[in-house]
């Protein structure tokens, strides 16, 4: 329950400590009370929020680096808590598109209570007779990464073949679905026996290989997709992908959204098979989905019926509460996760 | 001269001597004389030229292995003339689109004579008040590589910037022209100081650098274009790639035309940058051209009055005679030509 409007609660934070490199560690972060006076400052467009669940998304690995290039991200900031998409609940609005009750989803703390102050980056959620935890993966960023990533970025034909790595992943799992539903061949690569069996007797694809036992990523692809492959959903980047370009078809599409295997690399791997980019006429995309958001309203219009109709099923690895957030967060880059993977700060 | 129909003519050839690994050398092609009977065959739809101009392409050393890859090409055949694009002289037509006296553009043999068994893929020139081996590059594949590669893959806008490699090559110079004529700011790499020069005085480059005398790439390449890079026109691969992806802008695009610098090499170089890919939204696209030739006639509209008021130049660099052929072709491979590198078979 929230606090009375002007009270000074207790407000739980993950802190960022210090820039990372190498496979960030939970003690990187530190869970530390703080408290929160819950007032709007005075003329704040702003809205004050409580913080029901946050998201761990591969991407934020680099915001724990001091970043040397031009993005469209910030580092962290060392000494504050970390940012990242979440769901909560509005308390107080300064911002016309928000009233205290509402439901949002957006960049958000990992905290218990926020100050959000850039209101228009967030979406009001409308629709609650789905589980809130989904806008944090199939209704939220991760959702709308696969949906664009797909069927804007990939320009799929029925009958294409598919390939996705970290295909049990928040992404990943709805790339799959999404391309088998559209009348593609689906074949996913993940990180555990486990993560291979749900690829292919809950989610649905035509074939999926663990890679970490396969000792030749070339003739594993060769095995599962003889006639090459028409797409590639990236979401790993270095020997993966140098493996896929061997097997792309000519006017090969890759969606080039996430190269998690690289993150945390000092020096990333080496692509060496690029040449056929320029000799089989590939598009290799990467995308921004805040550039796609605009389609968010069309997003839900066609995915909400299918998961109604249990089209579409989301998988999601949750721990409760902010004190095990840094740890989930971790767990991300030894493929610990087995889904989308989600921090309960309150369930209210 | 063209030898009566039906005599039998001496017909010089360059043969393809065997499978190449490393930089190819004039040694793996053998210059033979042969005898031709200058008759099309009975009910043949082909055509019997004479050849006028041959081509030297980067792409061909790709024909010169055994391509273990799915691609558009075959490899050359050991034992037979290499082919390659050429203008020539029709003598004999089996096919409707052409008839004696004909000049065309299209894929021939290297040799005096050949017997052209697609002519569909021939285009008839119609324009001859410009030098006849423009169309070997200029008026022809390169030409179009350079126009589909600018104007349809790099989907530029007026006071964006582009970087070029091997920008005094036969591509590379027209890109760089196309673009400065549309209104970007525009900056070449090149192998020589001379190369340099051209840029810079002849072609009307903002500005260009010898990458050979530069330690760091991606520091001349921050000299040049501080602000970044929107596009970059791919002509090289390997370290260049690399460094370019550093200074790529947010939503850059890359056309991947060619990748010279890889194309000798046992293993390729790998690029580690490609996380810029996905977290600058770069679209990267390899092209075939021949995808675009419904455009050549738009393209010649748009191209020979440009060269008629002087505003796109081309240089050539030019060798006599099909003995000189196979040293020309190798030499693309160490930089050794200055523009755009021509044999002549027969001045007719």
New interface residues.
């Given amino acids: 329950m929230a606090g009375e409007n002007g009270e000074v609660v207790r407000n739980k934070q993950v802190i960022f400590k210090g820039y990372v490199s190498g496979f960030p560690k939970e003690t990187d972060m530190e869970v530390r009370e703080s408290t929160m006076k819950l007032r709007l400052p005075e003329g704040s467009n702003g809205l004050l929020v409580k913080n029901l669940y946050l998201s761990c998304d591969p ?1 934020m690995r ?1 915001r724990m680096a001091k970043l040397d ?5 910030d580092s962290f900031r060392p000494g504050s808590p970390i940012t990242g998409y979440g769901v909560a609940r509005v308390l107080e609005s300064g911002h016309p598109n928000f009233k205290k009750g509402n439901l949002l989803w957006g960049i958000t703390g990992w905290e218990e209570y926020s100050l959000i102050t850039a209101p228009e980056t967030c979406f009001k959620i409308e629709h609650t007779d789905v589980p809130l935890s989904y806008y944090t993966g199939l209704l939220g960023m991760p959702g709308m990464t696969a949906y664009v990533g797909f069927f804007e970025v990939c320009s799929p034909k029925k009958g294409e073949t598919v390939f996705i790595s970290a295909a049990a992943g928040a992404v990943g799992q709805l790339v799959g679905q999404f391309a088998k539903l559209f009348g593609c061949y689906v074949v996913g690569s993940a990180g555990s026996r486990e993560k291979v069996d749900l690829l292919k007797n809950k989610l649905g694809f035509n074939d999926a290989f663990n890679y970490k036992e396969e000792p030749d990523l070339d003739a594993a692809l060769k095995r599962c997709l003889p006639e ?1 492959i028409d797409i590639y959903f ?1 979401n790993v ?1 270095g020997k993966m ?1 140098d493996a896929v370009l ?1 097997s ?4 090969g599409r890759i969606a ?4 998690i295997s ?2 945390n690399l000092q ?22 989905v805040f ?1 796609y958001y605009h389609l968010y309203p069309k997003f839900l219009e066609k995915v909400l019926p299918q998961i109604k109709e249990g089209k579409i099923v989301y998988v999601e690895d949750t721990v409760e509460g902010l004190e095990n957030g840094p740890a989930a967060l971790v767990g991300l880059f030894s493929g610990r996760n087995v889904g989308k993977q989600v921090v309960v700060v309150s369930r209210e």
């Fill in positions: 991407y680099t290039f031009l993005t469209y991200v090459g990236e980047g992908l061997l792309m078809k000519i006017h080039a959204c996430g190269m690289q993150y020096q990333p791997e080496g692509v060496h098979n690029l040449m056929n980019v320029v000799f089989k006429g590939i598009r290799m995309q990467g995308f921004l550039d």
